[in-house]
């Protein structure tokens, strides 16, 4: 793998699902018979408009969990234990367990639950396996690790029951354990990236046909860096239901039922109509929207100027108008900003929910380890934190590495 961490190479998926394998054996003293992956995502552009019928443009990187399994000996036993390796927990679930059945479970157990589940209630087979997982997905950096686990526990009941999904509903499923068994009301994105990734190609979500088009990614000279601020400022956990509420009111008072039907025109002439507030809402909405596809056509032409002053845009557009970014995130684009071409760098932008988390970058690849030194020194001289960061290419989606 070409990944990077702070110029530490990272541990490849082979290297991952070995070491998986092995730690399988030591814990279940039986060697798996089922190996699978999915990867995390990250977002190039389009954000907070998954849930306004927008665009957007996602890819899976080359950061993976990866599940091992095999079936207990003991044919009596009726739950499924699932062991993380980094965080040395374990869960004991059954399908027919019902969201917070079990408060003593740590916290990634409903993720798993929830696809078990999912997988009983479409009347699907759910056998009871002995589980080892762990990953390179960071977590809470808005990569996007809960959907990586949920898909790959629907990936691992694939393999173990001979069972091929529709993809689509394979990611419905993982998003149904997130809505139902975390609490978490997600959009499609992040469950379809690690279901539908492809090596070399971003997708253009379309959020509310669910319709996916290819992007290619064809540039060879140029990587995606990705940087963690690791920070995550404590809100009160009203912003998004109220940004979300912000923008179905000005979607009502602009007049129409979807915001694929509103242009900028429309926004400014609804103007005197409008609070302050979701008149901001609504420009980031619409020009969101809209440099989403811009930037999709951009990437498949290899127009990356244009793709850069398009990420430049989002990230100004969600920190002034959407107001989700924070004080680290916009220091972490300036930074990238200030070097700019020179430097090999494209654009830049925060990407995620906001408040912390990370940024995305397109530098070309032979600036990327000075692009790192230099983040990496800026950032923690004026915040005292160190950041982390890698590279990644467009990376293949959730698939098995091992079956009997």
């Given at each position: 793998?070409?990944?990077t961490e702070n110029d530490t190479p990272t541990e490849s998926l082979t290297e991952l699902a070995d070491r998986v394998s092995e730690t399988h054996k030591k814990l279940y003293g039986q060697a798996p018979e089922f190996i699978v992956a999915a990867p995390g995502r990250v977002n190039l552009i389009g954000e907070h408009i998954d849930y306004n019928d927008g665009f957007v443009l996602p890819m899976a990187i080359e950061r993976y969990i990866v599940m091992a399994a095999s079936k207990p000996t003991d044919t009596?036993?009726?739950?499924?234990?699932?062991?993380?390796?980094?965080?040395?927990?374990?869960?004991?679930?059954?399908?027919?367990?019902?969201?917070?059945?079990?408060?003593?479970?740590?916290?990634?157990?409903?993720?798993?639950?929830?696809?078990?589940?999912?997988?009983?209630?479409?009347?699907?087979?759910?056998?009871?396996?002995?589980?080892?997982?762990?990953?390179?997905?960071?977590?809470?950096?808005?990569?996007?690790?809960?959907?990586?686990?949920?898909?790959?526990?629907?990936?691992?009941?694939?393999?173990?029951?001979?069972?091929?999904?529709?993809?689509?509903?394979?990611?419905?499923?993982?998003?149904?354990?997130?809505?139902?068994?975390?609490?978490?009301?997600?959009?499609?994105?992040?469950?379809?990236?690690?279901?539908?990734?492809?090596?070399?190609?971003?997708?253009?979500?379309?959020?509310?046909?669910?319709?996916?088009?290819?992007?290619?990614?064809?540039?060879?000279?140029?990587?995606?860096?990705?940087?963690?601020?690791?920070?995550?400022?404590?809100?009160?956990?009203?912003?998004?239901?109220?940004?979300?509420?912000?923008?179905?009111?000005?979607?009502?008072?602009?007049?129409?039922?979807?915001?694929?039907?509103?242009?900028?025109?429309?926004?400014?002439?609804?103007?005197?109509?409008?609070?302050?507030?979701?008149?901001?809402?609504?420009?980031?909405?619409?020009?969101?929207?809209?440099?989403?596809?811009?930037?999709?056509?951009?990437?498949?032409?290899?127009?990356?100027?244009?793709?850069?002053?398009?990420?430049?845009?989002?990230?100004?557009?969600?920190?002034?108008?959407?107001?989700?970014?924070?004080?680290?995130?916009?220091?972490?684009?300036?930074?990238?900003?200030?070097?700019?071409?020179?430097?090999?760098?494209?654009?830049?932008?925060?990407?995620?929910?906001?408040?912390?988390?990370?940024?995305?970058?397109?530098?070309?690849?032979?600036?990327?380890?000075?692009?790192?030194?230099?983040?990496?020194?800026?950032?923690?001289?004026?915040?005292?934190?160190?950041?982390?960061?890698?590279?990644?290419?467009?990376?293949?989606?959730?698939?098995?590495?091992?079956?009997?």
């Amino acid at each position: 793998m070409t990944t990077t961490e702070n110029d530490t190479p990272t541990e490849s998926l082979t290297e991952l699902a070995d070491r998986v394998s092995e730690t399988h054996k030591k814990l279940y003293g039986q060697a798996p018979e089922f190996i699978v992956a999915a990867p995390g995502r990250v977002n190039l552009i389009g954000e907070h408009i998954d849930y306004n019928d927008g665009f957007v443009l996602p890819m899976a990187i080359e950061r993976y969990i990866v599940m091992a399994a095999s079936k207990p000996t003991d044919t009596d036993e009726a739950q499924s234990q699932y062991h993380s390796i980094s965080m040395d927990s374990s869960a004991r679930l059954a399908a027919t367990d019902q969201p917070g059945s079990d408060p003593s479970a740590p916290g990634w157990a409903c993720y798993v639950q929830g696809v078990l589940a999912g997988f009983h209630q479409s009347g699907r087979p759910t056998p009871t396996l002995n589980v080892s997982f762990d990953s390179t997905v960071p977590l809470g950096g808005g990569l996007s690790s809960s959907a990586a686990l949920e898909v790959a526990t629907a990936t691992l009941l694939e393999a173990a029951t001979s069972t091929t999904l529709d993809m689509r509903e394979k990611a419905l499923i993982c998003q149904k354990a997130e809505h139902d068994y975390a609490g978490v009301p997600c959009g499609i994105m992040d469950q379809f990236s690690s279901v539908f990734g492809k090596d070399g190609e971003l997708m253009l979500l379309d959020c509310r046909s669910q319709e996916i088009t290819a992007v290619p990614f064809r540039s060879d000279d140029i990587t995606l860096l990705i940087t963690n601020s690791n920070v995550k400022h404590e809100l009160n956990g009203g912003e998004y239901a109220e940004r979300r509420s912000q923008c179905d009111s000005a979607l009502q008072k602009i007049g129409k039922s979807t915001w694929r039907d509103i242009s900028m025109d429309d926004v400014n002439a609804a103007r005197d109509q409008l609070t302050d507030l979701e008149f901001k809402r609504a420009r980031h909405v619409v020009g969101e929207i809209q440099r989403t596809t811009q930037a999709a056509e951009a990437i498949s032409a290899g127009r990356w100027d244009e793709v850069g002053k398009l990420m430049y845009a989002s990230h100004d557009s969600l920190s002034d108008d959407f107001e989700v970014s924070c004080e680290e995130l916009d220091l972490l684009v300036n930074l990238a900003r200030e070097v700019n071409s020179e430097g090999g760098v494209i654009g830049s932008r925060m990407t995620g929910g906001g408040f912390g988390g990370c940024t995305v970058t397109l530098v070309k690849r032979d600036s990327a380890d000075a692009l790192i030194q230099a983040l990496t020194s800026r950032y923690k001289a004026e915040t005292g934190v160190e950041p982390s960061c890698f590279t990644s290419r467009p990376a293949l989606g959730a698939h098995i590495l091992s079956t009997p």
